[in-house]
Every structure is written in structure tokens, then in C-alpha cells.
């Protein structure tokens, strides 16, 4: 039997498109919602989860940051998907002929130039890989749904436009998650480390925390924040460093972090995406 990865999303989603093309020997298994993607790799269902975490328009998705410390799983990878819209419709449409479209609604302003310039309409669906099954089991005259080209080929539509999104460099991130940590050998290639940890309740705590990476050199590529249980006073952040935790500039920089933390978890220890690996370099 196939090993099985878990997403959030339908069938023929961006995040499947993720699946396919970064782990294409496991078979997809779609899941409502981002906590039952991790609940099917936690309870044995799925080999792995794929989990957006970030999109280069729109910033971190929400809620995963709270979600992925208290999961029980590890980050072991990750990867990119450009985020390139298709319009489809049933068989035999012409692009003249749609009138309106279905979408996340997400996904609409990204396309908002294009639909405008051929008088099209949008309406919001609460997904775009599921708009394209409702529009491919009860076909619609003049109806059209913005979703991947990939969600067109699972459920039959012809394709009427492709890559009509205004921005070019629109890029979703993903991370692969599993049950049991695989940190790469130190010095095997580019790495990321990803972490979450509070800071102690003392004067400039963040300023000394951060001290440590740029008096190492290790290069800091994301740093977010976000309450813990609603409360102002208890605030949690999220980083992604380069490096390896045995590198010992990250070593110094994680040791100096400690003393200024009252809670440290690394969360995944992962090979870098060569493509999007910046070295170092600011």
C-alpha cells in the first residue's frame, strides 16, 4: 500500500497540487480542516501532512502558527507552490460565454483584472477545488470557477484560460509534517530550523533574544507573533532560521536565546528548498 499525506482541502486544491508535486508516490488524503490534516498523521491515517504556512501575498495563514506547537508532530520538510489560477467550465463552454464564476475568496482579487476585462462575475465559494466538483456534478450554462489547472483534470473541465493571476510571484509556502523528527546530517546542504518560544517577563527580553543570531551571523527569515489563549500578556512567536542546531554559530545563538525565554520548542529541523534558500544573504 502507497504511503498516504494529508491536507487541508479537496481534491485538485493548491494544496494537493503541493502533495503531487513534492512527495508523487504518496496517494492525497483531502481533510476538512488543517487540525484533521494533523490528526490523520498523528493517528497513524496519513504518512504525512502537507500545511500551508504562508502565502507571499497575503501573509501566514491563520491559525496554523497556534496549531503546529501542540500537534505532537515534527516539520521534516518543506515546499512552494506558485499560485497559478485556471478558468474552467463545463465541457463545450467558450470564455465568451461565462457570465460568472466561483471561488475561495481568497482567490478572486488575485484574478479581479482579468475577470473585469472580460465582464465577468465573482462570487465566493468556500473552496475553489470543491467549487470545480459542484460545477462538474451539476454543469451550469455561463458558470465558471477559478481553481488549479490540476482541479480540472480530476473533475473533467475544460480549461478556458490559464495563469490569469494579476501578480506573477504569487507563491504559497508549505510544510511537510510526520510523526517522528528526520534532521537532515549537519552540513549535508542548506537547512532551515524552525522554533517557537515566549519571552521572560523582563526589560528589552526580545532585544537580548535576538541578540544572539546577529552577533552569530545566522540569518533569521521569519518572525511572527501571536497571543497565547487570548491573553495580551502571553505572547508567542514563530521563527524559521538557516542553519542547523549543531552548527555552532546556531548552537551560540538557541544557547542565548534560553536565557531570555521561558518556553523553547523546535518544532522541525528540515532541508532547505535550494530554490528559495537564501544563504545568508539579506
Known amino acids: 500500500?502507497?504511503?498516504?499525506?494529508?491536507?487541508?482541502?479537496?481534491?485538485?486544491?493548491?494544496?494537493?497540487?503541493?502533495?503531487?508535486?513534492?512527495?508523487?508516490?504518496?496517494?492525497?488524503?483531502?481533510?476538512?480542516?488543517?487540525?484533521?490534516?494533523?490528526?490523520?498523521?498523528?493517528?497513524?491515517?496519513?504518512?504525512?501532512?502537507?500545511?500551508?504556512?504562508?502565502?507571499?501575498?497575503?501573509?501566514?495563514?491563520?491559525?496554523?502558527?497556534?496549531?503546529?506547537?501542540?500537534?505532537g508532530l515534527h516539520i521534516v520538510g518543506e515546499a512552494f507552490v506558485r499560485v497559478r489560477i485556471a478558468l474552467m467550465a463545463n465541457e463545450g463552454s467558450r470564455l465568451e460565454d461565462i457570465r460568472r464564476v466561483r471561488a475561495h475568496l481568497v482567490l478572486i482579487p488575485q484574478a479581479r483584472a482579468f475577470l473585469d476585462a472580460?465582464?465577468?462575475?465573482?462570487?465566493?465559494?468556500?473552496?475553489?477545488?470543491?467549487?470545480?466538483?459542484?460545477?462538474?456534478?451539476?454543469?451550469?450554462?455561463?458558470?465558471?470557477?477559478?481553481?488549479?489547472?490540476?482541479?480540472?483534470?480530476?473533475?473533467?473541465?475544460?480549461?478556458?484560460?490559464?495563469?490569469?493571476?494579476?501578480?506573477?510571484?504569487?507563491?504559497?509556502?508549505?510544510?511537510?509534517?510526520?510523526?517522528?523528527?528526520?534532521?537532515?546530517a549537519p552540513g549535508s546542504g542548506p537547512v532551515k530550523t524552525t522554533f517557537v518560544f515566549r519571552v521572560r517577563n523582563i526589560p528589552a527580553a526580545l532585544y537580548k533574544a535576538m541578540g544572539g543570531f546577529a552577533t552569530n551571523g545566522v540569518n533569521m527569515t521569519k518572525l511572527e507573533s501571536y497571543m497565547v489563549d487570548g491573553r495580551f500578556s502571553a505572547t508567542q512567536f514563530y521563527a524559521d532560521i538557516e542553519g542547523h542546531p549543531d552548527d555552532p554559530p546556531v548552537a551560540r545563538a538557541l544557547e542565548e536565546l534560553g536565557y531570555f525565554t521561558d518556553r523553547l520548542a523546535v518544532l522541525g529541523v528540515y532541508p532547505a528548498d535550494p530554490e528559495h534558500f537564501d544563504g545568508g544573504h539579506d
Open 118 to 184: 472580460h465582464g465577468i462575475a465573482a462570487e465566493a465559494a468556500a473552496d475553489s477545488a470543491g467549487a470545480a466538483a459542484a460545477l462538474a456534478a451539476a454543469p451550469q450554462r455561463g458558470q465558471g470557477v477559478l481553481a488549479s489547472s490540476l482541479a480540472a483534470r480530476i473533475h473533467g473541465l475544460d480549461v478556458l484560460a490559464e495563469g490569469i493571476e494579476d501578480m506573477a510571484h504569487n507563491t504559497t509556502r508549505f510544510i511537510v509534517m510526520a510523526r517522528e523528527p528526520r534532521a537532515p
Open 1 to 71: 500500500m502507497a504511503p498516504r499525506i494529508a491536507f487541508q482541502g479537496d481534491l485538485g486544491s493548491y494544496s494537493h497540487q503541493a502533495c503531487a508535486a513534492a512527495l508523487p508516490d504518496h496517494d492525497p488524503l483531502p481533510c476538512t480542516t488543517f487540525e484533521d490534516a494533523l490528526a490523520a498523521v498523528r493517528d497513524r491515517r496519513a504518512d504525512r501532512g502537507m500545511i500551508a504556512i504562508e502565502n507571499s501575498t497575503y501573509g501566514r495563514v491563520a491559525d496554523v502558527h497556534r496549531l503546529l506547537p501542540d500537534s
